[in-house]
Nanobody
Framework: QVQLVESGGGLVQAGGSLRLSCAASGRTFSSYAMGWFRQAPGKEREFVAGVSWSGGRTHYADSVKGRFTISRDNAKNTVYLQMNSLKPEDTAVYYC??????????????WGQGTQVTVSS
């Protein structure tokens, strides 16, 4: 099975930046798309950003376009989420996941444990 471990979360003031990392191990990593999702208390898990297996295509939720950047380094089996200009509404647990395509959580088969991002005002 695939194991995904997120890191890099923390507490940051509005306008600040964080870089999340997701390290993968186990079965094939490079041939799958990867995505970042987030879930705030009382909310459903929502798509944040995705990257194709080659890293050549990316997709972002409208709420984070221009502020977040997803990338991957297949040699390191790692996917990143650079988050700039953070807002309090970005506060959530962030999860990385392996998927084939799409933005729905049901299309992703392996998930990390999540890392907390808290943005204060």
């Amino acid at each position: 099975q695939v194991q995904l471990v997120e890191s890099g979360g923390g507490l940051v003031q509005a306008g600040g930046s964080l870089r999340l990392s997701c390290a993968a191990s186990g079965r094939t990593f490079s041939s799958y798309a990867m995505g970042w999702f987030r879930q705030a208390p009382g909310k459903e898990r929502e798509f944040v950003a995705g990257v194709s297996w080659s890293g050549g295509r990316t997709h972002y939720a409208d709420s984070v376009k221009g502020r977040f950047t997803i990338s991957r380094d297949n040699a390191k089996n790692t996917v990143y989420l650079q988050m700039n200009s953070l807002k309090p509404e970005d506060t959530a647990v962030y999860y990385c996941a392996r998927g084939s395509s799409g933005t729905e959580p049901a299309h992703y088969d392996y998930w990390g444990q999540g890392t907390q991002v808290t943005v204060s005002s």
